[in-house]
């Protein structure tokens, strides 16, 4: 069974900039596709950012040039490096994994941008 750990939300000012941790269980390098997600109040979830197995990145419009996806394979973990945030960002932070036809989901970080 796969875990994955989301830490680093917090409350941050417009324009402020947070970094955001999903640790995993496994081999972050062994899941096709491992993907941050968002979730504001009242609204669907959304893809933010994307990571392959082979390394390959993709962005939704909203954050590309703010947004950051990286993953550190020592430590299993991956990041979302979020700068220049807007309330508009506020929403639970979920991390995601797909393997092997089953997706795993982390418990969330929320993030707040407000002033």
């Known amino acids: 069974q796969v875990q994955l750990v989301e830490s680093g939300g917090g409350l941050v000012q417009p324009g402020g900039s947070l970094r955001l941790s999903c640790a995993a269980s496994?081999?972050?390098?062994?899941?096709?596709?491992m993907a941050w997600y968002r979730q504001a109040p009242g609204k669907g979830r959304e893809q933010v950012a994307t990571?392959?197995?082979?390394?390959?990145?993709g962005y939704a419009d909203s954050v590309k040039g703010r947004f950051t996806i990286s993953r550190d394979n020592a430590k299993n973990t991956i990041y979302l490096q979020m700068n220049t945030l807007e309330p508009e960002d506020t929403a639970v932070y979920f991390c995601?994994?797909?393997?092997?036809?089953?997706?795993?989901w982390g418990q969330g970080t929320q993030v707040t941008v407000s002033s």
């Open positions: 496994g081999s972050v390098s062994s899941f096709n596709t």
């Open positions: 995601n994994a797909f393997q092997y036809g089953v997706v795993y």
């Open positions: 990571i392959t197995g082979s390394g390959s990145k």
